[in-house]
């Protein structure tokens, strides 16, 4: 069986349940991530948990996107990435915004982890931007663009390996990394949230697109949650989204 492109955010109310989940879309997707309410509530357990599940069916692990986001001076961000080199996570989230000297701590204590610079939440809209004051009043999608691709090359240069962005900016980011870093381009992750099988609620998304559109952008791998962990059958709900991506690359 082949697993989709898709890491499954296990954002459950308790330990089974994400369990329970990590059991049922483990053979279909490649990735699962455990994020800040698991793992605050219920450590390494939730980890472990997640990697131990998702082999039961198949005899091979997902790989672990420990989603923390890290962000704080760069000695607070060593420590951190120190505490869990532990669990090995496979990807492990910083904020782009802490800078590079930030990003490059996470990367020099996890040096088999791919550090996970986040961008541009997805849940905020230019409006929002400018609020906060980090776009100047008036900007739109284009704007936001600019800047992620920004936050995205400061933290690859600084040895990032994979970088979140919406669907939005992920075509930029990917041409703007070939041009200004193209001995780490290809080896850079871009990881999409904010994608939405065509029909499903937003919730509190904004800048999304369905699976296939923000692969065909240059997404490499695509958090999704509560289209897949909300269904009926969550099991089912991957297989489907797995399908559909097959069928358009046979296409």
Same mark, same amino acid.
């Given at each position: 069986?082949?697993?989709?492109?898709?890491?499954?955010?296990?954002?459950?109310?308790?330990?089974?349940?994400?369990?329970?989940?990590?059991?049922?879309?483990?053979?279909?997707v490649?990735?699962?991530?455990?994020?800040?309410?698991?793992?605050?509530?219920d450590?390494?357990?939730a980890?472990?948990?997640?990697?131990?599940?998702?082999?039961?069916?198949?005899?091979?692990?997902?790989?672990?996107?420990?989603?923390?986001?890290?962000?704080?001076?760069?000695?607070?961000?060593?420590?951190?990435?120190?505490?869990?080199?532990?669990?090995?996570?496979?990807f492990?989230?910083?904020?782009?915004?802490?800078g590079?000297?930030?990003?490059?701590? !996470?990367?020099? @204590? #996890?040096?088999?982890? %791919?550090? $996970? +610079?986040?961008t =541009?939440?997805?849940?905020l809209?230019?409006? /929002? *931007?400018?609020?906060?004051?980090?776009?100047?009043p008036?900007?739109?999608?284009?704007?936001v663009?600019?800047?992620?691709?920004?936050?995205?090359?400061?933290?690859?240069a600084?040895?990032?390996?994979?970088?979140?962005?919406?669907?939005?900016e992920?075509?930029?980011?990917?041409?703007?990394?070939?041009?200004?870093?193209?001995?780490?381009?290809g080896?850079?992750?871009?990881?999409?949230?904010?994608?939405?099988? !065509?029909?499903? @609620? #937003?919730?509190d998304? %904004?800048? $999304? +697109?369905?699976? =296939?559109?923000?692969?065909?952008?240059?997404? /490499? *791998?695509?958090?999704?949650?509560?289209?897949?962990?909300?269904?009926?059958?969550?099991?089912?709900?991957?297989?489907?989204?797995?399908?559909?991506?097959?069928?358009?690359?046979?296409?």
């Amino acid at each position: 069986m082949t697993r989709g492109p898709i890491a499954v955010a296990l954002d459950a109310p308790d330990l089974s349940t994400m369990t329970a989940w990590a059991v049922a879309v483990g053979p279909h997707v490649s990735t699962l991530k455990v994020g800040l309410e698991s793992y605050l509530r219920d450590g390494d357990a939730a980890v472990i948990a997640a990697r131990t599940a998702s082999a039961e069916t198949t005899g091979l692990p997902c790989q672990l996107f420990l989603d923390l986001k890290l962000h704080d001076i760069h000695a607070t961000v060593a420590g951190a990435a120190r505490s869990v080199a532990r669990l090995a996570p496979d990807f492990l989230t910083v904020h782009a915004s802490g800078g590079a000297d930030m990003v490059a701590a !996470a990367v020099r @204590e #996890l040096p088999q982890t %791919r550090i $996970v +610079a986040v961008t =541009v939440l997805t849940s905020l809209t230019p409006g /929002d *931007l400018v609020r906060m004051g980090l776009l100047p009043p008036g900007a739109d999608a284009n704007d936001v663009r600019s800047l992620a691709e920004r936050l995205a090359i400061e933290s690859v240069a600084a040895g990032a390996r994979a970088v979140v962005c919406s669907p939005e900016e992920v075509a930029g980011i990917r041409a703007a990394l070939r041009d200004q870093l193209p001995d780490l381009a290809g080896d850079t992750v871009l990881i999409t949230p904010g994608v939405r099988p !065509a029909g499903a @609620e #937003l919730a509190d998304q %904004r800048r $999304v +697109a369905t699976p =296939v559109e923000a692969l065909n952008r240059g997404a /490499d *791998l695509l958090v999704i949650g509560r289209p897949i962990t909300e269904a009926a059958d969550p099991a089912a709900a991957a297989a489907a989204i797995v399908q559909e991506i097959a069928d358009d690359r046979g296409r």
